[in-house]
């Protein structure tokens, strides 16, 4: 199966930018469809986007449309999601996971997560 590195996160002030990657390993990376959830102190893991194989996208929470892009390098083997305009209430460990279809990714019925990154906004 194919396995999944987040990183690019970091401490930002409000209205700041980040962009954050999901590099793969294995071939199969192209035969996935990649989800990005975050998780907030104290609070359950939520899904914020996925891509799927063909480029399609899907946002799950208003608070992040039109602020939030996800995107995908086939070629690097890599997932992007660009966020603008961040605020405090964005702040959470970040994940990136693997999964058949878009709508299996926003289920997010996933076991191996990795470790995240940190993303911190201060106001």
């Known amino acids: 199966q194919v396995q999944l590195v987040e990183s690019g996160g970091g401490l930002v002030q409000a209205g700041g930018s980040l962009r954050l990657s999901c590099a793969a390993s294995g071939r199969t990376f192209r035969s996935y469809a990649i989800g990005w959830f975050r998780q907030a102190p104290g609070k359950e893991r939520v899904f914020v986007a996925a891509?799927?194989?063909?480029?399609?996208?899907?946002y799950s929470l208003d608070s992040v449309r039109g602020r939030f892009t996800i995107s995908r390098d086939n070629a690097k083997n890599t997932v992007y999601l660009e966020m603008n305009s961040l605020n405090p209430e964005d702040t959470a460990v970040y994940y990136c996971?693997?999964?058949?279809?878009?709508?299996?990714?926003?289920?997010?019925?996933?076991?191996?997560w990795g470790q995240g990154t940190q993303v911190t906004v201060s106001s």
């Open positions: 891509i799927s194989v063909s480029g399609f996208t899907a």
């Open positions: 996971a693997p999964f058949t279809t878009i709508s299996s990714a926003r289920r997010g019925e996933y076991d191996n």
